[in-house]
């Protein structure tokens, strides 16, 4: 179980820049309609397989579709996104609001970089630029409930998943008695901070998390996580962060 999120350290890791992404011609806050991914990239844009390839701190440039935004902080933006092919999160992007307030569901953008890794999580580093370009897709959620004991769940990290018929296990408050969540991962929190609760496949327990800067306490999961029972069976979607292991970053619960 991590100790905490890496949003946990955003007031500490932001700096003030206060560059634009550039370009960009879809200025609404409305979710386009998905297009399907474009598999061609342009011209000195790595395809997914050599972004994987290449090793930390190289220089990266990579064509995505935004997935999801955890966070803008002064000038500084925090994104899933995906391809054809996997899934990117970009770690502190230079980013106006104007321009962050774009970054619907879906938008297709350019990001230029470097790349990085913390406790496990490979992203793109702090201070990558972004260029919103032409072009809509928003990423199914895949599967991956038959992966969460093998190594082969770490081919989807940072992309969209689903995790399905799980039980909800007990977690431990501060006083040992047993709750279906908590706030922060020790039950040391508050409401409005991150939501931590234990599920089961009825053989391995597995440590999911609600981001607070990605989906606050008044979005639905928020609420639907806090309402959750023991016992409860439930159908996740979410992305799948990592912090020394799998740590995936919940938006959305549905009980069965």
Not at 3 to 24: D, E, I, K, Q, Y
Not at 72 to 95: P, R, V
Not at 103 to 108: E, R
Request: net charge negative.
């Amino acid at each position: 179980m991590k100790n905490m999120t890496r949003a946990g350290f955003l007031a500490l890791a932001l700096t003030l820049t206060l560059s634009a992404c550039g370009g960009g011609s879809n200025a609404g806050g409305t979710t386009p309609a998905s297009s399907g991914p474009d598999t061609e990239k342009g011209e000195g844009v790595m395809t997914y397989a050599e972004y994987t390839a290449a090793k930390v701190d190289d220089p990266v440039v990579i064509e995505a579709y935004v997935q999801g935004k955890q966070s803008w902080w002064e000038g500084a933006a925090s994104i899933y996104a995906q391809d054809a092919d996997g899934g990117y999160f970009i770690y502190n992007a230079q980013c106006s609001e104007e321009d962050y307030a774009k970054l619907v569901d879906g938008q297709k953008i350019k990001v230029t970089g470097y790349k990085a890794e913390w406790s496990g999580e490979v992203e793109i580093a702090e201070g990558a630029t972004i260029e919103i370009e032409e072009g809509n897709y928003v990423a199914p959620a895949v599967d991956v409930t038959d992966k969460l004991s093998t190594d082969e769940l770490i081919n989807f990290q940072n992309q969209k998943v689903a995790f399905k018929g799980l039980s909800v296990a007990p977690s431990k408050d501060p006083d040992g008695k047993e709750v279906a969540y908590l706030y922060n991962w020790d039950g040391s929190g508050s409401e409005g901070d991150d939501l931590y609760f234990n599920v089961t496949d009825g053989t391995n327990t597995y440590s999911f998390t609600v981001e607070s800067y990605l989906t606050d306490k008044d979005s639905d999961v928020y609420k639907a996580v806090q309402g959750l029972q023991l016992g409860d069976t439930v159908d996740m979607e979410g992305f799948l962060y990592w912090y020394e292991g799998a740590n995936p970053h919940i938006t959305s619960v549905t009980v069965k």
